[in-house]
């Protein structure tokens, strides 16, 4: 009799986190009260200015605080969005709220609704996102690379040595001010480790930026090192923002699960064109080493020669 194998759906998401980790890993009361909530802020107070952009559930606004007109942006999250956007709210909220780094997006309150809209007031970054500025002025040079890995890499060393995991460095989620100061920001799938060797191997995240044995764990031995799953999404981010498109595929072509699967979990890592520094091969080598135990931590690559100043 033959087999029937189950289509996998093919789309840039994986299956969402086993029932354990979709639990509140932080309780987050809301009292009324913003003298028992130093941190939360008044619906009123908040002139919205414009939208920012949209996804997961949530509206992003840039926004005016009325009695010090400090621009700020407001993520909200809508009273009608399904539970997991709700929960991934709630998960930004508590991490930002514990993280004080000139390299992570900074957070200053919230405020939730009666009708059940959930809003966290964040550092307003000028510049939108690396995938804004890649779009709108093509791509990097080397010089601007180095210092925006120079920047991401200070921010997850923080948050590693806080035993905050990212699991979902990309493009879209690194900020960046008209400073051109580079911080991490959307942690609705970050994981806080609550031990040193606590396991991480819940499919969360954008599949496309995903480490092997993240994609498929099966084959890596079931657990994996989350810390090192972070620097393979920059290495490939990097990449990215170097050549216009997505290493592992061509220009222009859409990626999909199957395709994903195949070119990261099977296939060689990606190669840089000849035009990239012998400093910068080595460099994005170091990140995109399959055997995850043998890959570069943040505070390795810091000390990397492609970062440091020209001699």
């Given at each position: 009799?033959?087999?029937?194998?189950d289509?996998?759906?093919?789309?840039?998401?994986?299956?969402l986190p086993?029932?354990?980790?979709?639990?509140?890993?932080?309780?987050?009361?809301?009292?009324?009260?913003?003298?028992?909530?130093?941190?939360?802020?008044?619906?009123?107070?908040?002139?919205k200015?414009?939208?920012?952009?949209?996804?997961?559930?949530?509206?992003?606004?840039?926004?005016?605080?009325?009695?010090t007109?400090?621009?700020?942006?407001l993520?909200?999250?809508?009273?009608?969005?399904?539970?997991?956007?709700?929960?991934?709210?709630?998960?930004?909220?508590?991490?930002l709220?514990?993280?004080?780094?000139?390299?992570?997006?900074?957070?200053?309150?919230?405020?939730?609704?009666?009708?059940?809209?959930?809003?966290?007031?964040?550092?307003y970054?000028?510049?939108?996102?690396?995938?804004?500025?890649?779009k709108?002025?093509?791509?990097?040079s080397?010089?601007?690379?180095?210092?925006?890995?120079?920047?991401?890499?200070?921010?997850?060393?923080y948050l590693?040595?806080?035993?905050?995991?990212?699991r979902?460095?990309?493009?879209?989620?690194?900020?960046?001010?008209?400073?051109?100061?580079?911080?991490?920001?959307?942690?609705?799938?970050?994981k806080?480790?609550?031990r040193?060797?606590?396991?991480?191997?819940?499919?969360?995240?954008t599949?496309?930026?995903?480490?092997?044995?993240?994609?498929?764990?099966?084959?890596?031995?079931?657990?994996?090192?989350?810390?090192?799953?972070?620097?393979?999404?920059?290495?490939?981010?990097?990449?990215?923002?170097y050549?216009?498109?997505?290493?592992?595929l061509?220009?222009?072509?859409?990626?999909d699960?199957?395709?994903?699967?195949?070119?990261?979990?099977?296939?060689?890592?990606?190669?840089?064109?000849?035009?990239?520094?012998?400093?910068?091969r080595?460099?994005?080598?170091?990140?995109?080493?399959?055997?995850?135990?043998?890959?570069?931590?943040?505070s390795?690559?810091?000390?990397?020669?492609?970062?440091?100043?020209?001699?």
């Amino acid at each position: 009799m033959a087999l029937v194998r189950d289509r996998r759906q093919l789309n840039l998401r994986l299956p969402l986190p086993e029932p354990s980790d979709r639990r509140h890993r932080f309780p987050l009361p809301l009292p009324p009260s913003s003298a028992a909530n130093p941190d939360a802020i008044a619906p009123a107070d908040i002139e919205k200015l414009h939208v920012l952009g949209h996804g997961n559930g949530g509206t992003v606004y840039k926004v005016r605080h009325k009695r010090t007109a400090i621009i700020y942006a407001l993520k909200v999250v809508h009273g009608d969005s399904d539970a997991v956007n709700r929960r991934q709210v709630r998960r930004e909220m508590d991490i930002l709220r514990r993280t004080d780094s000139p390299h992570v997006v900074q957070y200053h309150g919230f405020y939730e609704k009666p009708s059940g809209d959930v809003a966290i007031l964040m550092e307003y970054m000028e510049l939108g996102t690396l995938e804004t500025l890649l779009k709108s002025n093509g791509t990097f040079s080397e010089a601007q690379l180095a210092s925006v890995a120079r920047q991401v890499l200070s921010g997850l060393t923080y948050l590693h040595a806080h035993k905050i995991i990212h699991r979902d460095i990309k493009p879209s989620n690194l900020l960046v001010n008209k400073n051109m100061e580079v911080k991490i920001g959307d942690f609705g799938v970050s994981k806080v480790m609550s031990r040193t060797l606590d396991a991480c191997n819940s499919y969360v995240g954008t599949s496309a930026y995903m480490s092997p044995e993240r994609f498929d764990p099966d084959s890596y031995g079931g657990n994996y090192n989350g810390y090192a799953a972070d620097i393979w999404s920059l290495g490939l981010t990097l990449f990215e923002l170097y050549v216009g498109h997505f290493p592992f595929l061509p220009m222009g072509q859409r990626p999909d699960w199957a395709t994903l699967m195949c070119a990261i979990c099977f296939a060689d890592p990606p190669t840089l064109p000849p035009t990239a520094s012998p400093h910068f091969r080595s460099f994005i080598g170091s990140c995109l080493i399959k055997d995850s135990s043998q890959r570069w931590s943040a505070s390795q690559l810091l000390t990397h020669p492609f970062l440091l100043p020209p001699s």
